[in-house]
């Protein structure tokens, strides 16, 4: 399984960004897709997750500023990501869950200036 995540960048605080990930290989059934970030000298920690039935969560810190949706394209999720803050700057990374197992993309660079 490959995920290609797209659409980090940097932003000043308030800004917008949208990450988009898509999934392909040998994907059978996708029960949880999610995005997760890193940020310097922190652990990895859960942004938001998206079950194959639309259930949606997020971590405390982005709720009411982030939106998780899946894509038009089968097999993606989009993060959209409103009033950005400092403190939102991390390595973005997609993941996929099929049953027991979970992939993981390369990740992408999200920067918000003060």
């Known amino acids: 399984v490959q995920l290609q995540a797209s659409g980090g960048g940097l932003v000043q605080a308030g800004g917008s960004l949208r990450l988009s990930c898509g999934a392909s290989?040998?994907?059978?059934?996708?029960?949880?897709m999610g995005w997760y970030r890193q940020a310097p000298g922190k652990q990895r920690e859960l942004v938001a997750t998206?079950?194959?039935?639309?259930?949606?969560n997020y971590a405390d810190s982005v709720k009411g500023r982030f939106t998780i949706s899946r894509g038009n394209a089968k097999n993606t999720v989009v993060l959209q990501m409103n009033s950005l803050k400092p403190e939102d700057t991390a390595v973005y990374y997609c993941?996929?869950?099929?049953?027991?197992?979970?992939?993981w993309g390369q990740g992408t660079q999200v920067t918000v200036s003060s």
């Open positions: 290989g040998s994907i059978f059934s996708i029960n949880v």
């Open positions: 993941n996929i869950r099929m049953g027991s197992s979970a992939s």
């Open positions: 998206i079950t194959s039935g639309g259930t949606t």
